[in-house]
């Protein structure tokens, strides 16, 4: 596994270009120019790897792109020692830019190829989310309570489940919408069964999966 000069040369530019589009948490931006991201994908070509695009990793599924992920850490407001919930562990992307921020992940994939993949590639990158496989709308209720949870797939509704296993005073990141698109969304759980909901724009992922999802 290759990281080069030129790789990290790449990383930087890319930094500089979703600085230009908003983010602007200094460990979000670090994050990302710290992870190999070619690394995840199923070929190394450079010119999709450090592009801001999305790109498929294998069963229906895409690593998104890096625009996409930055925005999503900045919404959850991290701390360090927070427990964050990831729904969609995919390429294992979003769980390391989480981990370099310093918090307890737990990652949920639905995909049996996917979760055995990050399983056995992220802790030779020297990441080490707590990985499991099931329904990510069921969540981990033995673990719970989680001070934010991040969805990384369209979710057509809010999963009660992990409504439910969020704490108080906690964030939820959710893409929410039946369609090609979806609007992102936080949720903040400001007392058992109140909440503050407020938009940021649309995104497109691809859709949640629930029980029938192939293994």
């Known amino acids: ?5 030129r790789h990290k040369g790449l990383r930087k530019k890319l930094v500089e270009l979703i600085k230009k589009r908003g983010i602007k948490n200094k460990q979000v931006l670090k994050a ?3 992870i190999p991201r070619h690394l995840f994908m199923n070929s190394s ?8 695009k999305p790109f498929p990793i294998g069963s229906g599924q895409t690593i998104s792109q890096p625009y996409t992920v930055a925005f999503q850490t900045e919404l959850l407001e991290i701390n360090p020692e927070d427990k964050v919930l990831e729904i969609g562990t995919g390429s294992g992307y979003q769980a390391c830019v989480l981990l370099e921020l310093g918090v307890k992940v737990y ?5 049996k190829k996917l979760y055995q993949r990050a399983k056995e590639f992220l802790p030779s990158l020297g990441y080490n989310p707590k990985l499991f496989f099931g ?10 309570p989680f001070d934010k949870i991040i969805i990384t797939a369209g979710a057509p509704i809010v999963p009660d489940n992990l409504l439910d296993q969020l704490k108080i005073g906690g964030i939820m990141v959710i893409p929410l919408g039946r ?17 503050e909901e407020k938009e940021h724009g649309t995104f497109r992922f691809v859709p949640l999966l629930g029980d029938k999802a192939n293994d």
């Open 32 to 34: 990302i120019e710290t």
């Open 135 to 144: 329904d990510g709308n069921k969540g981990l209720p033995t673990f719970a």
């Open 107 to 111: 990652s949920i994939e639905r995909q």
């Open 179 to 195: 369609n090609n698109t979806q609007i992102m969304k936080t949720i903040r759980k400001i007392a058992h069964s109140r909440y």
């Open 1 to 5: 596994m290759v990281d080069n000069y």
């Open 45 to 52: 070509f450079l010119e999709f790897a450090y592009e801001d």
